[in-house]
């Protein structure tokens, strides 16, 4: 397969790149923006069926070369409407979820297998740009049980959330185990988000957007949207709600946070326990929060607030709680993001939130702590759809243009 690399320095000044210059010992300068405080079928591979599971850890410790900067390397391309690279625990595969309902998987070679794992094209309703099969998470599990989760619009305009099984096949699903978990009244087709992703106490999360109703929903803890859903998926069918749930003598016992507009994507990085939410602004302003996961309750502002700043007039800021992040529509339209890298290519980049913008497709990224934001020159990724990562946590981009890039160390 032709394998394309784009490869860069880390910038010193928004828009200039650095001169080329000695290895050094330490990582380079970096662009830095100081926060304010507060088709699908490509031909299939020849191989013989991959084992799925990741070999054993070594203790073998290899000095590494300095840190140049970092770069994308295409790992396949002419998907449709990729949104999603993820893998179960422990699982060599790399699934590639598509928008229009099917999800696929990607050799190490970078092939994309023929035979869907899994295709409910007939069930999904992708006729707007912000509907689809959006979301995707494999139980903690996974190789025990065989459970994966999605998420997606259906004809009717509702989103809902189904649990799977895998079948007999490990590289397919079985169709006939879905059980349909948690329908959700859309008002319009905008503002569907629908992340899933297991946190690392075993909960399942969902992030739902406020639907587009003039955001009517976003400070209203008694519905789903606008709002962090947290389900206990392991103690009864089809969810429990955990006990320290905030909302749960409420209308909508499954909600943890509000105050969310659009949370396309968000991350929960295991090591810290923290939650990275990049949520699309409407006016001005695009934005990221990161809490605790023990912030039950949290309240990220939307719709008095957009970022650090009042949308609507007489707000108080002292209220809700803001982003550690932002940045104006002058820099981008609609935030993508992201993940915290915790793979072992670049170590020195452990910790980091990775994220782009829809508009501008730049990739920048932050260490939670820091008030420094480097922006990574990699070239024009186009239009970012999201990241991903691997059961290593080696990070992936998606574009909507059907590529697959993966983030890789320049040495």
């Known amino acids: 397969m032709r394998r394309t690399w784009i490869s860069a320095l880390l910038v010193v000044a928004v828009g200039c790149t650095a001169e080329a210059a000695p290895a050094p010992t330490t990582l380079p300068a970096v662009t830095t923006i100081t926060t304010p405080e507060p088709q699908l079928e490509v031909e299939s591979s020849d191989q013989p069926p991959e084992s799925t599971t990741l070999p054993s850890a070594t203790t073998t410790t290899i000095p590494l070369d300095p840190l140049l900067g970092i770069g994308v390397e295409l790992v396949t391309e002419g998907l449709k409407r990729p949104v999603l690279v993820l893998s179960p625990p422990d699982d060599v595969r790399r699934f590639v979820v598509l928008q229009g309902g099917k999800i696929v998987i990607m050799n190490q070679d970078g092939l994309v297998r023929s035979e869907p794992f899994l295709d409910i094209s007939d069930l999904v309703n992708d006729n707007s740009i912000e509907q689809g099969l959006l979301g995707v998470a494999f139980h903690p599990t996974y190789a025990q049980n065989g459970r994966l989760f999605v998420y997606y619009t259906q004809a009717n305009n509702n989103s809902i959330l189904v649990e799977y099984h895998a079948s007999g096949d490990p590289d397919r699903v079985n169709l006939g185990s879905a059980t349909e978990m948690?329908?959700?009244?859309?008002?319009?087709?905008?503002?569907?988000?629908?992340?899933?992703?297991?946190?690392?106490?075993?909960?399942?999360w969902m992030s739902l957007g406020e639907g587009g109703a003039a955001s009517v929903n976003a400070q209203d803890s008694d519905t789903l949207l606008g709002t962090m859903v947290r389900l206990d998926v392991d103690s009864e069918a089809p969810y429990a709600i955990p006990s320290d749930n905030p909302f749960v003598d409420g209308a909508a016992p499954e909600v943890w946070a509000i105050g969310l507009r659009n949370p396309w994507r968000f991350w929960i990085d295991a090591s810290t326990e923290m939650l990275y939410i990049g949520d699309v602004g409407q006016g001005n302003w695009e934005e990221i929060n990161v809490v605790s996961i023990d912030a039950a309750g949290s309240n990220f502002g939307w719709l008095p607030m957009e970022g650090t700043r009042c949308f609507l007039s007489g707000c108080d800021a002292s209220l809700y709680d803001l982003p550690i992040v932002e940045y104006p529509h002058s820099e981008g339209c609609s935030i993508v993001g992201g993940v915290v890298y915790r793979g072992e290519a670049i170590p020195e980049l452990s910790g980091d939130f990775f994220y782009s913008d829809w508009c501008q497709g730049w990739l920048r990224s932050f260490a939670f702590g820091s008030p420094d934001i480097n922006e990574w020159d990699v070239g024009e990724l186009g239009q970012v759809t999201s990241f991903g990562t691997d059961a290593s946590g080696e990070v992936y981009i998606t574009t909507w243009s059907g590529e697959v890039y993966k983030l890789v160390p320049l040495r």
């Open 182 to 204: 948690l329908e959700i009244e859309q008002p319009t087709e905008r503002h569907n988000a629908g992340m899933l992703l297991f946190g690392p106490r075993g909960y399942l």
